[in-house]
C-alpha cells in the first residue's frame, strides 16, 4: 500500500493582567470532576456570567498571550485582552499543558472548571489537561467560492477541505485544485488558495494510529480513483514533510535527538519518493516544487542543485512568492548560507523584477522572514532593518504596491504597520493603525495592549521604562 469592540481607548498594563489571574489556584481535579455532574453546556458569554460555578462551556480561542518569562500562558475567548468575555488561565508548572497542545487560536475548545471574577474580567484556572478538550476548527458552509483575509479565514478553509477529504469527495477536490490552481486564485491579501488547498491536510494531526490508517487509506482511495492526478502524491510528500520537521524541531543540529533525527530523515526520503513519482507532472502544481524546497533543505542539497531547482520553480510560476521565502530560508546561516545571504538575495529581487513584482516578492518574503530572523536577533539584541542590512524604502513600495492591488486585505495592512514600527517610521505606523482602527488584528499584535504601546511608540509618547519588543 502506497504511504501515502473596540478600540483600546485606555493603556493598561500587562503586569496588572498578570497579577489578577495569578492569584488564587484552585485544584484543577475537584474542578474537573465536580464538573462531571453539570450536563449544561454553556456559551462563553452564558459561562463568564456563573462568578463562582463550576462550568462546562465551548468557545472558539481568539488569542493566547503570555506573561513575561512564560510565567503565565492566557487563552482568551470573544475578544483579545483586555476586550475578552472569558480568560483561561495556565500559571507556573501548568504553563505545560497549553504548550504541549497544538496551536490554539482558532480553535474550538470545550472546557470545565470554576469561574472567578478577577479585575480584568472573569477566569478560569487550568491545574489539569483533562480540563480543556480540542473540537477542531469549525467549518464554514460547504461553498468554497468564498474568500476572505488572514489567517483565521484560511483556517476555516482547512476545516471545509478537510471535510470533503473525510466524506472521501475525491472529485470535488479534483476540481477545487484544479480551478484554483488554473485560475491562479487568491484571497484578499493575496494568498494563493492553491497553498491553502495543500496547507488543509498539513493542518491534519493524528490522535491514534486508527486516524493515521484511515487518512493514508484515503489518500490511496483517492489515487485508485484519479490514477492520472499528482494531487494526492504531493498531500502525502507536504504531511511525511511536515511530520518530519515536527520531529526534528527547528533548532540548530546539536539540539536535535538521535530518534528524532532518524524519522526526520525517514520521512524526507518517503516524501521526496512520493514528489519523484509524480515528476514528470511537477508544472501541474507550484506545491510540488515548494515541498521539495523543504526536503532539500532538511536534505541538505549542493547549492547547485538547489538552485537549479529554485529557478526552474520560478520560471513556472513567478509570482508564488513562497518559492522566495524558502530560498532566502536555506540561505540563513543556520543553514547553508554565509552571513548576510539572505539579504543580499531578497535586496536583488526588485533588480530581477523591475516592472513592480520584485517590490511586492520583497515585501511578501521579508515579512515571511519576520518571525524567524526576529528568534535570531533576540540573541544580539539587533534592530530588524538596522542590523540585516534590508531596506525599508523598497519594502515600503512592496507594501504600497499590494494595497494597490489587495485594496480589501486588513491582514496586508497590520503586517505593513508592524513592519514600519520594526524601521522606525513613526509616520507610516501611525497613519496605518489610524486606519486599522478595531480591525488590527491579534495574530499580528498579540494584545490590544501592544496595540496601545504601538500608538504612543508612533506618537513619541512610550513611557521610558517601557520596551516596544514587537518593534525590534
Not at 475548545?109 to 478538550?133: D, L, Y
Not at 483517492?222 to 518530519?244: E, M, Q
Not at 524604502?393 to 497590520?414: H, K, M, T
Amino acid at each position: 500500500m502506497n504511504l501515502t469592540k473596540q478600540v483600546m481607548t485606555t493603556y493598561l498594563r500587562h503586569s496588572r493582567h498578570c497579577a489578577a489571574l495569578g492569584v488564587g489556584l484552585f485544584c484543577g481535579f475537584f474542578a474537573f470532576h465536580a464538573a462531571a455532574s453539570t450536563p449544561e453546556m454553556l456559551t462563553v458569554e452564558e459561562a463568564a456570567k456563573r462568578i463562582g460555578e463550576v462550568v462546562t462551556f465551548e468557545g472558539e480561542v481568539v488569542s493566547v498571550p503570555s506573561s513575561p518569562r512564560r510565567a503565565a500562558i492566557y487563552v482568551n475567548f470573544g475578544e483579545a485582552y483586555p476586550m475578552q468575555t472569558l480568560s483561561l488561565l495556565f500559571a507556573d508548572e501548568h504553563t505545560n499543558i497549553v504548550v504541549k497542545l497544538p496551536r490554539l487560536r482558532g480553535q474550538t475548545v470545550r472546557v470545565t472548571g470554576k469561574v472567578r471574577s478577577t479585575k480584568t474580567g472573569p477566569v478560569i484556572t487550568i491545574t489539569n489537561a483533562a480540563q480543556i478538550e480540542l473540537l477542531g476548527i469549525r467549518a464554514i458552509p460547504a461553498d468554497l467560492n468564498q474568500t476572505g483575509d488572514g489567517h483565521p479565514f484560511r483556517r476555516q478553509m482547512f476545516a471545509t477541505i478537510q471535510q470533503l477529504f473525510d466524506a472521501r469527495d475525491f472529485a470535488a477536490l479534483e476540481t477545487v485544485a484544479r480551478r484554483w490552481q488554473g485560475g491562479r486564485e487568491r484571497f484578499l491579501d493575496g494568498h494563493w488558495k492553491i497553498q491553502t488547498f495543500f496547507d488543509s491536510f498539513d493542518a491534519i494531526t493524528f490522535k491514534s494510529g486508527a486516524e493515521r490508517e484511515a487518512f493514508y487509506a484515503g489518500l490511496d482511495a483517492w489515487k485508485a480513483a484519479y490514477p492520472h492526478s499528482p494531487i494526492p502524491y504531493i498531500i502525502n510528500a507536504s504531511v511525511l514533510r511536515s511530520h518530519a520537521w515536527h520531529a526534528r524541531g527547528n533548532g540548530y543540529a546539536h539540539t536535535v535527538t538521535e530518534g528524532g533525527w532518524r524519522l526526520f530523515q525517514d520521512r524526507l526520503a518517503l516524501g521526496r519518493s512520493e514528489l519523484e513519482a509524480v515528476h514528470d507532472r511537477r508544472n501541474e502544481f507550484p506545491q510540488w516544487y515548494l515541498i521539495m524546497q523543504i526536503i532539500a533543505l532538511g536534505q541538505g542539497w549542493p547549492r547547485a542543485e538547489y538552485d537549479r531547482m529554485f529557478e526552474e520553480a520560478i520560471a513556472v510560476e513567478p509570482e508564488y512568492h513562497f518559492f522566495y521565502f524558502h530560498k532566502a530560508r536555506y540561505l540563513l546561516p543556520k543553514w547553508f548560507g554565509k552571513p548576510g545571504e539572505w539579504v543580499d538575495f531578497v535586496n536583488a529581487l526588485p533588480r530581477r523584477f523591475p516592472d513592480g513584482r520584485g517590490e511586492m516578492l520583497y515585501a511578501y518574503t521579508v515579512w515571511n522572514m519576520r518571525v524567524e530572523v526576529d528568534q535570531e536577533l533576540k540573541e544580539t539584541r539587533g534592530k530588524f532593518f538596522r542590523d540585516t542590512g534590508l531596506d525599508w524604502e523598497v519594502c515600503r513600495a512592496g507594501f504600497e504596491r499590494l494595497r494597490s492591488r489587495y485594496p480589501q486585505s486588513d491582514w496586508i495592512v497590520n503586517n505593513y504597520a508592524l513592519l514600519a514600527g520594526k524601521a522606525g517610521d513613526r509616520e507610516t505606523t501611525r497613519n496605518l493603525l489610524m486606519e486599522l482602527g478595531s480591525r488590527c488584528d491579534m495574530a499580528v499584535w498579540v494584545t490590544w495592549e501592544n496595540v496601545g504601546y504601538a500608538r504612543m511608540w508612533a506618537d513619541n509618547k512610550l513611557p521610558p521604562r517601557v520596551r516596544m519588543g514587537l518593534f525590534e
